[in-house]
C-alpha cells in the first residue's frame, strides 16, 4: 500500500507527501520546506518530483523554497507557469491527460474546474499496481477513473452549513458564491466517489475540508456507507 503523509490540508496550505516505498511524490507546495522537514526526517533525497495543480498561494507559495533545498523538478501546466510567473531550468510544463514518469511512478494530470488560469488534478501509479486518485479545488471532475486503490478528494462543504452561514450572516454573499464556484460541495463529492468505486479500493482520504462549512461526522460516515472502506479526514 502507498503510505500518505499530510503536512497540511485546506486554505491554510496544502502539502502532501506520497511513498510507494521506493520513491516518493510531493504534491503542492502551499507549506514552507521547514514545516515538511520534521516530517520527513529533513530528508528529501527520495523525493523524486513536486506536483502543483494551480497557482493559488495555498497550493503554490513556496515552490521557490523547495527549489532552493531540494534537488526535485516541479511539474505543472503552461496556465499555472504563467500565473506564477514561473522560471526555472528545473520546471517541467505538463499537459492535461498526457502522462509522464517521475522516479518509478507514471503520473496522468486531468483538467478540473476552479477559478485558476489551467488547473488540473492527478492519477498516480504505483509499480506494484497501486493507484491513487487526487483531485481538489474543484466543483466537478467529467472524468471516472478504473481500479483506484486510494482516493484523495476534495469534500470542501455542506450546501447545508453554508446556507445556515449565510443565513446566519457568517458567510458573506459574494464568498458563498466563490465557494460554490470553485469547491467541491459535499453531494457532488460522494456522487463522484460513488462513480468511482472499485473492489480494489483500500482507503479514501477526504481533503481540502472547511472549517467553517463542513460537517466531517456526517462526511465520513455518509463516505463509508458508499465505499466501504476506511475513510479520513486529511489534518483533522
Not at 207 to 216: D, E, G, L, M, Y
Request: net charge negative; glycine share 8%.
Amino acid at each position: 500500500m502507498v503510505g500518505l503523509t499530510v503536512i497540511g490540508s485546506g486554505s491554510s496550505g496544502n502539502c502532501y507527501v506520497l511513498d510507494n516505498g521506493t520513491d516518493q511524490l510531493m504534491i503542492e507546495a502551499g507549506l514552507p520546506w521547514k514545516r515538511v522537514g520534521p516530517k520527513l526526517g529533513f530528508d528529501y533525497s527520495r523525493i523524486k518530483g513536486l506536483l502543483v495543480t494551480h497557482e493559488h498561494g495555498d497550493h503554490a507559495k513556496y515552490i521557490k523554497q523547495y527549489l532552493q533545498h531540494t534537488s526535485a523538478p516541479v511539474y505543472m501546466t503552461l496556465g499555472t507557469a504563467l500565473a506564477l510567473k514561473m522560471g526555472s531550468y528545473r520546471l517541467v510544463v505538463i499537459k492535461a491527460r498526457k502522462s509522464f514518469h517521475v522516479g518509478t511512478w507514471t503520473v496522468t494530470p486531468f483538467e478540473t474546474e476552479h477559478d485558476a488560469a489551467e488547473p488540473v488534478g492527478f492519477l498516480l501509479d504505483a509499480p506494484a499496481g497501486d493507484r491513487v486518485l487526487y483531485v481538489t479545488d474543484t466543483y466537478f471532475v467529467r472524468y471516472r477513473f478504473s481500479d483506484v486503490t486510494m482516493m484523495m478528494v476534495e469534500m470542501n462543504y455542506s450546501e447545508q452549513e453554508v446556507a445556515l452561514n449565510h443565513a446566519d450572516g457568517l458567510l458573506p454573499s459574494a464568498l458563498e458564491k466563490r465557494i460554490q464556484r470553485s469547491h467541491m460541495a459535499e453531494a457532488t463529492a460522494l456522487e463522484f466517489i460513488e462513480a468511482n468505486v472499485s473492489p480494489k479500493l483500500q482507503q479514501v482520504i477526504l481533503i481540502h475540508t472547511s472549517q467553517a462549512n463542513s460537517n466531517p461526522v456526517d462526511f465520513v460516515r455518509k463516505t463509508e456507507e458508499i465505499t466501504g472502506v476506511p475513510v479520513y479526514i486529511a489534518g483533522r
